[in-house]
């Protein structure tokens, strides 16, 4: 493929190893060896690493991406703060809507799009982030202020070499946040990771954020969010007992990123 790069126009081609061609001055070898980091870090510099201007928040787990990604947008949206987002159904930028063919893209329209985020006036980027796009490096220069891990279960196994490398790989999330970012773990399925100093939302009484009272119906799911003793009632016009974690996860990013749990509340009560 190389003479075709060139043909068509490249000034220059990267490679991961030594080749043999007649304009080997248009050849540059990437010393790493690694082509999907040099990207992620080039694009980082051609795009000046956006995520710097936005808050940002990725999400990953097997079930609830797209749901808790669009509610959290919901939340902050609905409380000043116009939020960019990518995912499987779709991005928006800038308040333009970008169709997607995949849940995360590569590691330059990443940055491409968070970037048209900033200078359109959005203040914060959530972003899906699935185990093909960590393990990719597509997200390896961005950096997060909140890492939400959703749940896991049985998937992707064509790709990852079982359930523990494919656990393995979403907790890399953890190693991408900010100076004094914050990771959020969902701990109501079974196989959720333990992140040191992670907040956890969940059913038990050990969690940092606990899932009080649950129920849904064809009209909706509603419970009480209990933190540090105190009781936000939460409802959510959305069916289904799985709502009620999502709604969950993103009340608790929204409050981290300085939503008040009133407020956080009151949007979730007309999300669509």
């Known amino acids: 493929y190389i003479q075709s790069a060139?043909?068509?126009?490249?000034?220059?081609?990267v490679t991961e190893r030594m080749v043999d061609h007649p304009e080997e001055h248009r050849i540059i070898v990437n010393p790493s060896g690694d082509n999907r980091e040099l990207l992620a870090d080039a694009s980082a510099v051609f795009y000046r690493s956006p995520w710097r201007e936005l808050k940002t928040v990725g999400i990953t787990g097997t079930n609830g991406k797209t749901s808790?990604?669009?509610?959290?947008?919901?939340?902050?949206?609905?409380?000043?703060?116009?939020?960019?987002?990518?995912?499987?159904?779709?991005?928006?930028?800038?308040?333009?809507?970008?169709?997607?063919?995949?849940t995360t893209p590569d590691s330059l329209q990443v940055a491409k799009l968070m970037?048209?985020?900033s200078d359109s006036g959005d203040r914060a980027c959530?972003?899906?982030?699935?185990?093909?796009?960590?393990?990719?490096k597509r997200v390896a220069a961005v950096r997060f202020d909140v890492a939400l891990f959703?749940?896991?279960?049985?998937?992707?196994?064509?790709?990852?070499?079982?359930?523990?490398?494919?656990?393995?790989?979403?907790?890399?999330?953890?190693?991408?946040?900010?100076?004094n970012g914050t990771s959020i773990v969902g701990t109501y399925a079974p196989g959720w990771p333990s992140v040191p100093g992670a907040l956890t939302f969940g059913t038990a009484a050990r969690d940092s954020w606990r899932i009080i009272n649950p129920s849904s119906g064809i009209d909706g799911s509603s419970f009480l969010m209990g933190r540090n003793g105190m009781e936000t009632?939460?409802?959510?016009?959305?069916?289904?007992?799985?709502?009620?974690?999502?709604?969950?996860?993103a009340f608790a990013a929204a409050i981290d990123l300085?939503?008040?749990?009133?407020?956080?509340?009151?949007?979730?009560?007309?999300?669509?």
Do not use: C
Request: glycine share 12%; proline share 3%; hydrophobic share 45%.
């Open 6 to 13: 060139l043909d068509n126009g490249a000034s220059a081609v």
């Open 68 to 102: 808790t990604a669009h509610m959290l947008k919901w939340i902050l949206d609905r409380n000043g703060i116009p939020t960019g987002i990518m995912g499987t159904i779709g991005h928006v930028a800038g308040g333009r809507h970008i169709d997607a063919g995949v």
């Open 115 to 117: 970037r048209i985020m």
């Open 126 to 136: 959530v972003m899906e982030v699935s185990s093909h796009a960590l393990a990719l």
């Open 150 to 179: 959703t749940n896991i279960s049985q998937d992707h196994l064509d790709f990852h070499r079982g359930m523990d490398d494919y656990l393995e790989t979403k907790k890399k999330l953890f190693n991408l946040l900010k100076e």
């Open 233 to 249: 009632a939460v409802r959510v016009p959305a069916p289904g007992g799985f709502n009620v974690y999502n709604a969950a996860g």
């Open 258 to 272: 300085g939503i008040l749990p009133g407020d956080a509340a009151a949007a979730l009560e007309s999300f669509r």
